[in-house]
């Protein structure tokens, strides 16, 4: 043989099957030579030397193409010997019932992987090899297995002269061109599913031959008639109409139930999920929770945070990966299809727990800081609300000196609440969290204010009686100012802007000037999102309606025309 034959090897495949790597002109040359070697020893060999010696050599082709093991791989002496030894017992000692046993198995297997065959000329040599092996049992082994069935003169010259054609035929079709990785498939539950058809064909044509006393081909063909039945009541059952669930569905919960537990489990993981809050935590104790399955012995995993393990290691190994966790799973023997299947799932959920928990890690980062930069950027514009007062003095000052009564007057009365606004300020930069706004009486904050403005062109008002109302001083020290500011500077150098400041029952705050209306472009947004601006407006207003929602008040612009911009600030309902 060639050596690329030698090296021909196996691949894993997904759960549920094997899979063989060798080239596809390589695996019909394998295949044609090791169904004329049986050929040879059953139908010409019989009884003979030789033909133990073909059954020999058939055997060794066998274990060249065989989907069961990988070339590459080391065998161990005592699986060597053991393989040795039954090729000897089924060269040396095979009789009819063994053969018919065997041939049965090679039509699962070849049939096995027609469905697992993209190539449409390994499909064929995949249907005629079954042929081949599914002809020779019914026509030639099983009547010689029942010595007292006879079957005519045409048959068997079909069998000795016909039938050797399907072989050759496979010989002359080009195998199709596979990569090196590109697998061929062996589905592990159709081959056992054809080979328990094969045996139910030859047992129930023996048992209906013998009630019925009649003829052999007679009673196949009867057989037949009774599977192909059998086989389409069976594919009615499995999807059947009028809203039925068939033996799918029945099926399905089985599989899921099937030495594992899926819903207790899916329960325990989502109970993990609630109890531990740190997404590394939940992966090393949702895994530490699997030891306890009989054919689990350790984990490792690795993400991009962490990598850990839990358990021992072990001979056997599988792996998952779910998202950005791979995780390796020890075993002390090599696992079930129907095993892999529901730790491939568990693992998926457990990346699917991780991957919430990440997003709602970072989701709490981004709210974090969310909260530094809104505190911030208030803190900001109160310190620059500030300055603006700071530098309100430092004009009176050049304009009507230090010893100006009046001037002394002013910075007795401004000084004190500067003092007071950036104390409070400070005190909210060390720890945010710890100050929280007061209400103050209405009256006395009205006197602070107009106190704070003495000189500017302000006009100060009431609409009601402010006896016994209180407001949140901080709310309205921050927008009052930030409006007040702004009407002063948005006008033209060298003019006046004039403000009318009007305090309501609610409380509601009203602030008037006579300068240029906001451009319709900005009013959508000037209190929903910074805009950018030269004479102050945009930041300081959107910062000012946040924290009067944060607050339960609202920030709106209730008049917008020449001569008359109106913001108003009261509470929401």
Not at 235 to 249: D, E, F
Request: proline letters at 5%; glycine letters at 10%.
């Amino acid at each position: 043989m060639p050596d690329e034959l030698l090296n021909a090897g196996l691949k894993p495949g997904p759960a549920g099957s094997v899979v063989t790597a060798a080239p596809g002109r390589h695996l019909n040359l394998l295949l044609a030579a090791m169904l004329l070697t049986l050929y040879g020893a059953i139908i010409w060999g019989a009884g003979e030397w030789w033909g133990r010696g073909m059954l020999l050599a058939h055997f060794g082709l066998f274990l060249l193409w065989q989907p069961v093991w990988r070339g590459e791989r080391e065998i161990p002496t005592t699986r060597a010997l053991l393989v040795l030894g039954l090729g000897l017992l089924f060269a040396v000692f095979g009789n009819w019932w063994l053969i018919a046993t065997w041939i049965a198995m090679l039509f699962g297997l070849i049939g096995g992987g027609v469905p697992g065959t993209t190539g449409r000329k390994g499909r064929i040599v995949s249907i005629l090899g079954a042929v081949f092996l599914i002809a020779m049992l019914l026509m030639w082994v099983v009547p010689h297995l029942f010595s007292e069935y006879f079957v005519e003169a045409g048959a068997t010259f079909f069998v000795r002269y016909g039938l050797p054609l399907l072989p050759l035929v496979i010989l002359l079709i080009p195998g199709d061109e596979r990569r090196q990785n590109d697998p061929v498939i062996v589905d592990l539950f159709y081959s056992v599913v054809l080979f328990l058809l094969v045996v139910a064909l030859v047992l129930g044509s023996f048992v209906i031959q013998e009630i019925s006393h009649g003829e052999y081909l007679l009673g196949l063909a009867q057989t037949l008639m009774v599977i192909a039945l059998v086989l389409v009541g069976l594919s009615w059952l499995w999807n059947p109409r009028a809203g039925v669930a068939g033996i799918r569905t029945l099926l399905s919960r089985y599989l899921l139930g099937l030495g594992l537990p899926f819903e207790q489990r899916m329960r325990r993981l989502a109970l993990l999920a609630q109890n531990e809050s740190q997404p590394e935590r939940f992966l090393e104790v949702a895994l530490s929770d699997l030891l306890d399955l009989p054919w689990v012995r350790g984990f490792a995993w690795t993400t991009m945070m962490s990598a850990g393990t839990v358990g021992a290691e072990a001979a056997h190994t599988e792996f998952f990966e779910s998202g950005d966790i791979a995780v390796t799973m020890y075993s002390g023997a090599p696992c079930s299809p129907a095993i892999l299947l529901h730790m491939n799932l568990l693992m998926q959920m457990i990346g699917h727990f991780y991957e919430a928990q990440r997003q709602e890690q970072r989701r709490q980062q981004s709210a974090y800081a969310q909260a530094i930069y809104q505190t911030g950027a208030r803190l900001t514009h109160d310190i620059k609300n500030l300055l603006q007062s700071l530098r309100s003095l430092c004009a009176a000052a050049e304009m009507r000196g230090a010893d100006d009564v009046a001037f002394r007057a002013l910075v007795q009365r401004q000084l004190p609440q500067i003092t007071q606004r950036l104390g409070a300020t400070l005190e909210k930069l060390k720890s945010p969290a710890a100050v929280s706004g007061k209400d103050v009486d209405a009256s006395i904050w009205w006197q602070a204010l107009q106190s704070r403005h003495a000189g500017r062109p302000v006009v100060f008002d009431t609409d009601g009686d402010l006896a016994g109302m209180r407001l949140p001083v901080e709310l309205f020290d921050s927008v009052v100012e930030t409006l007040i500011g702004n009407a002063l500077y948005k006008g033209a150098p060298g003019a006046t802007v004039w403000v009318r400041v009007v305090l309501a029952p609610g409380p509601r705050l009203r602030v008037f000037d006579d300068g240029a209306p906001i451009p319709e472009s900005l009013v959508p947004q000037i209190l929903h999102a910074p805009v950018a601006s030269d004479s102050g407006l945009g930041v300081g207003l959107y910062q000012a309606a946040t924290f009067a929602r944060q607050s339960g008040y609202a920030l709106r612009l209730a008049e917008n025309r020449a001569g008359s911009v109106c913001f108003e600030l009261g509470r929401t309902g």
